[in-house]
């Protein structure tokens, strides 16, 4: 099991940017393949981005392709997501999460929530109009 803190939410107006950190610990960082969900008030999870061990391949919703970016630094142990041209359908608050690299290789795999077994205890991400 790795554990796994968020980091960086706050408030900022729509077109703003922001930058989510997520630190991990308790596991060798580089056995996990890293990713953000996120869940707004009333709605299910959703598939924001993964990143693999190496940080050569990610993974992005829709939603956020172009806007968003996914990065991560295994001599630090960190993954990061830079979110950028923000609008107020992003405000939810954002989980990190691990998955061992063995288990996704696709992003059917990366996007589904039922893959990741360690999750973060989430930051809150408001975009206001």
């Known amino acids: 099991q790795v554990q796994l803190v968020e980091s960086g939410g706050g408030l900022v107006e729509a077109g703003g940017s922001l930058r989510l950190s997520c630190a991990a610990s308790?596991?060798?960082?580089?056995?996990?393949?890293m990713g953000w969900f996120r869940q707004a008030p009333g709605k299910e999870r959703l598939f924001v981005a993964a990143?693999?061990?190496?940080?050569?391949?990610?993974y992005y919703a829709d939603s956020v392709k172009g806007r968003f970016t996914i990065s991560r630094d295994n001599a630090k142990n960190t993954v990061s997501l830079q979110m950028n041209s923000l609008k107020p359908e992003d405000t939810a608050v954002y989980y990190c999460?691990?998955?061992?690299?063995?288990?996704?290789?696709?992003?059917?795999?990366?996007?589904?929530?039922?893959?990741?077994?360690?999750w973060g205890q989430g930051t809150q991400v408001t975009v206001s109009s």
């Open positions: 999460v691990a998955v061992p690299n063995a288990y996704c290789s696709d992003y059917g795999c990366y996007s589904s929530p039922a893959a990741y077994d360690d």
């Open positions: 308790g596991r060798t960082f580089s056995s996990y393949a």
């Open positions: 990143v693999n061990w190496t940080g050569g391949r990610t």
